[in-house]
């Protein structure tokens, strides 16, 4: 059998390890992660081993050469652009005559390759694709198989709410020839973005092989350093050069340990070394060749690498030192701190915990170094959370990090487009804005700079000025603190997640399109949006009938900003308005509402995004409730239409569209998912939001998108609904069927939700279930929703039943069930 090695990674994570490296040659015990891939196959008798390059291919042909000095035959195949994991392979066709394996160059196994090739022949598989169990599938593709093995769906790097499985692909294939027959020549081809697929589409057999050896994927440096600590408690047996000196400590050749060091195991010290006097190297230590380490120099659970020179007095805790590094005397260097090859750290530099240091850099004496040099990395690869990016001002988003973000997001657009930039009247936001604008100017776009405005604001400013996009900056309504920055397409929408992922990989490669000083353009300032923003809200709505009915409200919100643009809207459309800034719970309103004999109550937030309503009875209008009474307006206004709502709302919406003829779409629980849907629908039936749409009843038509988004317009055409219907909000309350919802959420490790995950589809297989995002399970009583939450180390418990009781139980059964798994984990 052959094998065929997957090297042609840049490794933009593991970076500054990679900037001048292959992936597959970072040192691992000493010696290249691929050096101990070679060394596996040829353990279980593969020596025809082909490796397909692409990133420093040089640097991996001088090295290995021919592969004699291994025992091996290599054949080398260099992509000139990036084929994709399946294209590398079809571009080695001619070497590939027999079954053949496929492995990955850069991850750490101790695999059993003759019982994964059993397996294979054994199900008679055209792909086997082995698998294994991981704390945290999110950064891998998680396969789904049913009770024999065979493979029944693939998802690749799922978002927590998409996570049903701890089993994930660990780029190892046993391949039968015939497959190549499958794959395009010349093509980018990933094996489970498009070939797998497209095997499953066409019913080949493909089984997954469960792996129970170690395995790793050394995808940033958490888990490069992992890893080593992994072996070093020999969860694997990789082989190392070197004599051991005591219990757990291995020396190379020709080191030089004085009297008075301090070395305790587990630990390596490669050929060549100079361990000084007083000088302590502690548990989980890897040092590389020819390096010498001073007298008084502590290290602990750090890796060094070759040709390092590290001075008197300094200390190491849970660092990487890159090849040819001086470090001076003093110098401290933290927990997942990189300094890359060729730096020079003086005297008493301070190196704080996940600092990354670019290759060839010289630090002045007693720095503090707090932020990466030169270019930067974040320790995780991702900014956004499940709605936008958000953070503590000055400590998670700073301006240097505004600045980057703005480049790394005015680099997905072509030189000279134009995008809106707005913000709230905060200080903090106004701070993020300015940063911001600057990143965006460097890479050549034309920036409108709008003065304070609220969300819905912003949205409707995309779509006046014609310009690609947008982003607004606003305060958490709950904590003053942090800045949340909303990210928007052309249409005013929240951008796609594959946008997202693009700016990331802009943003943590720093791959910006940075343009000559000629393409700068100047900054457009737009002052007055706001006014435009409420005459044409005005020039929309049927005031006549609004003041015939002469509605009165009672407005809360604890923006001033809100209430200077709501009230005199509201006033000038026929309304009279009560205003208040000052008010506790929603519930608590009702007491207003009496005392000023209005109609209702509306609350809006600081942001203009969220509308709750109160009637003079005392209901809080909210969540799930607010979504049906929005759904059975534009059922009564637009018979047949189709409301879209996520996974997690009631079903009382598919009730009240069998009342009126419509139909319900369920989506992923994200705004972003939702926004899509209905912009969408109203492109493909023609609703257009710039025509006037209160010429008459019968032509009324409340978009969902509006309603559901902007809480101002949204107010707006339910006061003028029900004034067209002659109803109150009371009414319009009573016409909705009761429904009985309960809502828990239960501490779950970060590295277990996987596993529970699994463990709950496993046990429910023959149930029915949804997969959308989370699990939702039926019941004989109701609905379960489990879905893993994307910011925090918790499980989402939502269910729906016909009782309060019923709720109640349902919720109370399922929250116990979790419990017990994660308990058990």
């Known amino acids: 059998m052959k094998a065929i090695i997957m090297a042609g990674g840049e490794g933009s994570r593991l970076r500054p390890l990679t900037c001048d490296l292959p992936k597959p040659m970072v040192p691992v015990l000493n010696k290249p992660v691929l050096e101990h891939t070679i060394e596996l196959l040829k353990n279980y008798g593969i020596k025809e081993i082909g490796i397909t390059l692409m990133y420093h291919p040089q640097i991996i042909k001088d090295y290995f050469g021919s592969g004699k000095n291994l025992g091996v035959k290599i054949t080398y195949f260099i992509e000139e652009s990036p084929l994709g994991t399946a294209g590398g392979i079809k571009n080695a066709e001619s070497f590939l005559d027999e079954p053949f394996i496929v492995i990955s160059g850069d991850s750490i196994t101790d695999l059993n390759l003759e019982m994964a090739v059993e397996y294979h022949r054994e199900k008679n598989s055209l792909a086997t694709i082995i698998l294994s169990k991981v704390d945290d599938p999110l950064e891998y593709g998680v396969v789904l198989t049913d009770e024999t093995g065979r493979i029944t769906g693939f998802l690749e790097k799922p978002s927590w709410g998409e996570l049903f499985s701890d089993t994930v692909n660990t780029g190892t294939y046993i391949l039968e020839p015939e497959i190549l027959n499958y794959i395009d020549a010349d093509k980018n081809l990933d094996f489970s973005r498009d070939l797998f697929p497209r095997l499953l589409s066409a019913s080949k057999k493909m089984y997954g092989y469960v792996a129970p050896e170690y395995w790793c994927d050394m995808g940033d440096i958490r888990s490069y350093i992992k890893v080593h600590c992994d072996i070093l408690d020999k969860k694997i047996n990789l082989g190392h050069n070197g004599i051991q000196l005591k219990d757990n400590v291995w020396v190379g050749a020709g080191t030089v340990i004085e009297a008075n060091a301090e070395i305790n195991g587990p630990c390596i010290i490669g050929s060549n070394c100079r361990i000084g006097n007083g000088s302590v190297i502690d548990k989980y230590t890897v040092i590389g060749n020819n390096t010498t380490i001073e007298d008084d120099v502590s290290i602990v659970r750090s890796i060094v690498w070759d040709n390092s020179y590290i001075e008197y007095g300094s200390e190491l805790r849970g660092a990487v030192i890159c090849n040819r590094v001086n470090l001076k005397h003093y110098v401290s260097v933290f927990e997942n701190a990189v300094v890359g090859e060729g730096c020079k750290v003086n005297e008493r530099v301070i190196v704080k915990p996940n600092i990354k240091i670019w290759p060839e850099k010289i630090i002045q004496p007693f720095a503090i170094i707090d932020r990466n040099m030169i270019w930067g990395s974040k320790h995780s690869n991702k900014i956004f959370g499940d709605n936008g990016i958000s953070g503590i001002v000055n400590v998670d988003i700073?301006?240097?990090?505004?600045?980057?973000?703005?480049?790394?997001?005015?680099?997905?657009?072509?030189?000279?487009?134009?995008?809106?930039?707005?913000?709230?009247?905060?200080?903090?936001?106004?701070?993020?804005?300015?940063?911001?604008?600057?990143?965006?100017?460097?890479?050549?776009?034309?920036?409108?700079?709008?003065?304070?405005?609220?969300?819905?604001?912003?949205?409707?400013?995309?779509?006046?000025?014609?310009?690609?996009?947008?982003?607004?900056?606003?305060?958490?309504?709950?904590?003053?603190?942090?800045?949340?920055?909303?990210?928007?397409?052309?249409?005013?929408?929240?951008?796609?997640?594959?946008?997202?992922?693009?700016?990331?990989?802009?943003?943590?490669?720093?791959?910006?399109?940075?343009?000559?000083?000629?393409?700068?353009?100047?900054?457009?300032?737009?002052?007055?949006?706001?006014?435009?923003?409420?005459?044409?809200?005005?020039?929309?709505?049927?005031?006549?009938?609004?003041?015939?009915?002469?509605?009165?409200?009672?407005?809360?919100?604890?923006?001033?900003?809100?209430?200077?643009?709501t009230v005199p809207l509201l006033t000038g459309l026929g309304c009279t308005v009560n205003r208040f800034t000052?008010?506790?719970?929603?519930?608590?309103?009702?007491?207003?509402?009496?005392?000023?004999?209005?109609?209702?109550?509306?609350?809006?937030?600081?942001?203009?995004?969220?509308?709750?309503?109160?009637?003079?009875?005392?209901?809080?209008?909210?969540?799930?409730?607010?979504?049906?009474?929005?759904?059975?307006?534009?059922?009564?206004?637009?018979?047949?239409?189709?409301?879209?709502?996520?996974?997690?709302?009631?079903?009382?919406?598919?009730?009240?569209?069998?009342?009126?003829?419509?139909?319900?779409?369920?989506?992923?629980?994200?705004?972003?998912?939702?926004?899509?849907?209905?912009?969408?629908?109203?492109?493909?039936?023609?609703?257009?939001?710039?025509?006037?749409?209160?010429?008459?009843?019968?032509?009324?038509?409340?978009?969902?998108?509006?309603?559901?988004?902007?809480?101002?317009?949204?107010?707006?055409?339910?006061?003028?609904?029900?004034?067209?219907?002659?109803?109150?909000?009371?009414?319009?309350?009573?016409?909705?069927?009761?429904?009985?919802?309960?809502?828990?959420?239960?501490?779950?490790?970060?590295?277990?939700?996987?596993?529970?995950?699994?463990?709950?589809?496993?046990?429910?297989?023959?149930?029915?279930?949804?997969?959308?995002?989370?699990?939702?399970?039926?019941?004989?009583?109701?609905?379960?929703?489990?879905?893993?939450?994307?910011?925090?180390?918790?499980?989402?418990?939502?269910?729906?039943?016909?009782?309060?009781?019923?709720?109640?139980?349902?919720?109370?059964?399922?929250?116990?069930?979790?419990?017990?798994?994660?308990?058990?984990?």
């Open 398 to 565: 700073s301006p240097e990090f505004a600045t980057r973000l703005g480049a790394a997001y005015g680099s997905q657009f072509k030189t000279g487009s134009r995008v809106v930039v707005s913000s709230t009247n905060s200080n903090s936001a106004r701070m993020f804005k300015h940063a911001f604008i600057s990143g965006m100017l460097s890479v050549g776009v034309e920036v409108y700079n709008m003065s304070s405005l609220l969300t819905p604001i912003a949205r409707t400013a995309i779509g006046f000025l014609s310009v690609e996009g947008g982003i607004h900056i606003k305060n958490d309504i709950h904590d003053v603190n942090r800045i949340k920055v909303d990210f928007m397409d052309v249409r005013g929408a929240s951008i796609s997640r594959l946008t997202e992922r693009k700016i990331e990989n802009s943003f943590f490669k720093e791959d910006f399109n940075r343009c000559s000083a000629q393409q700068i353009s100047r900054l457009n300032n737009i002052t007055d949006f706001s006014s435009y923003y409420t005459r044409n809200l005005s020039s929309k709505t049927n005031m006549q009938v609004i003041r015939e009915k002469n509605p009165k409200i009672c407005i809360f919100s604890k923006s001033d900003y809100v209430i200077s643009i």
């Open 582 to 825: 000052d008010y506790e719970a929603p519930e608590s309103v009702t007491a207003v509402i009496k005392e000023t004999s209005s109609d209702f109550a509306a609350i809006i937030d600081q942001n203009a995004e969220q509308l709750i309503l109160a009637d003079k009875f005392g209901k809080v209008v909210k969540d799930d409730l607010f979504q049906a009474l929005i759904a059975s307006i534009i059922f009564k206004t637009s018979p047949g239409a189709t409301f879209f709502v996520p996974i997690t709302c009631s079903e009382v919406i598919e009730k009240l569209a069998a009342r009126y003829n419509g139909s319900v779409k369920r989506t992923k629980n994200f705004s972003q998912a939702i926004m899509d849907e209905i912009l969408s629908y109203n492109k493909k039936y023609g609703y257009n939001d710039e025509s006037p749409i209160s010429s008459g009843f019968d032509s009324f038509r409340p978009d969902q998108f509006t309603l559901g988004f902007d809480a101002i317009e949204g107010l707006i055409r339910i006061i003028e609904y029900m004034c067209y219907a002659n109803t109150d909000l009371s009414v319009l309350l009573a016409d909705i069927p009761d429904f009985f919802m309960d809502k828990k959420s239960i501490k779950c490790p970060w590295e277990s939700k996987g596993t529970v995950m699994r463990k709950i589809i496993s046990e429910y297989r023959d149930k029915k279930l949804e997969l959308l995002d989370g699990i939702k399970l039926y019941t004989e009583t109701g609905w379960v929703l489990i879905a893993p939450d994307a910011d925090k180390p918790i499980l989402r418990v939502v269910v729906e039943s016909s009782s309060k009781n019923g709720a109640a139980e349902l919720s109370s059964r399922y929250y116990g069930l979790l419990e017990k798994i994660i308990t058990n984990t």
